[in-house]
């Protein structure tokens, strides 16, 4: 079945990393992505891998991909104020479904 | 530019009313989507248009009735809705099959019923 799990919630100091993680229950996805929302606001696509690579990097974040564990991470470097969102994790087929996971809110503590 | 732009913002409307919920693209985008969000919940798909087409409807009440008038439009009509039905409307779109399928969403449009 499709499953995507995340922790809800995720507080980290600012000037840290943050470390956000999702597993995933279907070997066959093509397509893994991270997204945020702001408090009122839509989701804003942050990065993306395919499933045949196992890091990306792109200025403050990478994200690495571990397929047989089927884990999925999105560190954030240097974590600050202006991060503090939900940050979903989702899959797809390649196809026109993305499934979502529950989000994580990040809490950035002074 | 990757915008997918959404109007209105916000919309109050009673249980027998008429409204409609727009959404507009210009990168050339062949897919577009439907997603109801709830508080604290993530998105739902609701429904995908790919190539103007119909090509999923996750069991959607027909109170909320789709149309795709051209490849850069997509609208959500909205009839005799009830107070479960106020959430985050979210529209997004992505390239066509096969091409990296990366989905950008809009702002979305906060629908409240009453």
């Known amino acids: 079945g499709e499953d995507v799990e995340q922790s809800l919630f995720l507080s980290v100091r600012e000037g840290d990393s943050s470390v956000i993680n999702c597993t995933y229950t279907?070997?066959?996805?093509?397509?893994l992505y991270w997204y945020k929302q702001e408090p009122g606001a839509g989701l804003q696509l942050l990065t993306y891998i395919f499933s045949n690579m196992d890091m990306k990097q792109d200025q403050r974040l990478t994200v690495l991909l571990n397929k047989k564990d089927k884990h999925l991470s999105l560190r954030i470097a240097d974590t600050q104020t202006g991060d503090s969102a939900i940050y979903f994790c989702a899959e797809s087929w390649g196809d026109d479904k993305i499934i979502f996971g529950k989000g994580t809110r990040l809490h950035i503590l002074p | 530019d990757t915008e997918v732009t959404q109007t209105p913002k916000h919309l109050v409307m009673g249980m027998t009313n008429k409204k409609s919920l727009k959404c507009e693209q210009h990168?050339?985008?062949?897919?577009m989507y439907w997603y109801k969000q709830k508080a604290k919940k993530p998105p739902e798909l609701m429904f995908v248009y790919s190539y103007e087409k119909l090509s999923i409807n996750e069991s959607v009440p027909s109170r909320f009735s789709p149309e795709c008038p051209n490849s850069s439009l997509l609208n959500l009509h909205l009839h005799a809705l009830q107070p479960e039905d106020s959430a985050l409307y979210l529209c997004a779109s992505s390239t066509s099959r096969g091409a990296g399928n990366t989905i950008y969403f809009g702002e979305g449009s906060w629908l409240t019923v009453v």
């Open positions: 279907d070997s066959s996805s093509t397509y």
């Open positions: 990168m050339g985008h062949r897919a």
